[in-house]
């Protein structure tokens, strides 16, 4: 797969792409990053990049020529070119799963008040919001993209099954985690994780995992794929 990221700041975003996981899926060669210098398609001398507002009003807004011929140097005929921003849908692990399908991805990161509404008709095809508040720019925001898709990408993440089991992928929290020593400050690890008995151990995570989500998340429920054996659980932890 490939990422292009569009942005002001390339060495903000070089510097994450060394770390970690999404460092060593580069290593591997399973994910291919660029990061693109939204300067380098300024037509001035001083590369500017933004301009005031019509209408008026404070702040200053991205213009769109950087960003058409940023677009149509970078974006391959089939890229997915996404913007970043607070107006966009909200990012969730379906739409996570969904982007790692595309063979190649453009985030395009807005800065200050916003980017000309023009860029928006012209080179998106779709805008994406990490959460429900503001952030200085869409920087930090593409990183979450890049590093919540490429653990969805063959091979990236170690275990096999273990991208299968995050949290969310199934609609429902995590189960709690354990590992040695056995007791700590007087706290045990529950007793069926030390019984070797792989059905147990299975059906104590599943519950958990529905009790976590009940306790923390309960509106994650409506929409996780539950079965009889589930709600009966769901039931007894309500009290019902
Ligand atoms: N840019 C500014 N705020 C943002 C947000 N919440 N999500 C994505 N991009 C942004």
Redesign the pocket.
């Known amino acids: 797969m490939q990422i292009k990221i569009v942005t002001i700041f390339p060495e903000l975003v070089e510097s994450f792409l060394g770390a970690s996981l999404v460092g060593k899926a580069i290593a591997a060669g399973k994910l291919a990053v660029e990061v693109v210098d939204l300067r380098s398609f300024a037509r001035d001398r001083h590369r500017t990049v933004d301009d005031v507002p019509y209408g008026g009003g404070g702040g200053m807004v991205m213009k769109a020529g950087p960003w058409l011929r940023a677009l149509r140097s970078v974006a391959g005929p089939d890229a997915r070119r996404v913007l970043?921003?607070?107006q966009?849908a909200r990012?969730d692990e379906r739409k996570v799963v969904e982007l790692a399908g595309w063979g190649e991805l453009v985030l395009m990161?807005?800065r200050y008040e916003g980017v000309d509404e023009r860029v928006r008709d012209l080179v998106v095809d779709e805008e994406?919001?990490?959460?429900?508040?503001?952030?200085?720019?869409?920087e930090?925001?593409a990183m979450v993209v890049v590093e919540t898709v490429s653990r969805q990408l063959p091979g990236v993440v170690g275990l096999g099954d273990s991208v299968e089991n995050d949290s969310f992928r199934r609609g429902l929290l995590d189960y709690p985690h354990f590992t040695r020593p056995r007791e700590i400050e007087g706290r045990e690890v529950p007793e069926v994780l030390l019984s070797g008995d792989h059905a147990a151990v299975a059906a104590w995570r599943r519950r958990e995992a529905l009790r976590a989500t009940l306790e923390k998340r309960p509106d994650l429920l409506a929409g996780a794929a539950l079965d009889d054996e589930d709600r009966r659980i769901l039931a007894a932890l309500r009290g019902e």
């Open positions: 970043l921003s607070p966009g990012l990161c807005g994406l919001s990490i959460g429900d508040y503001v952030l200085a720019g869409g930090v925001a």
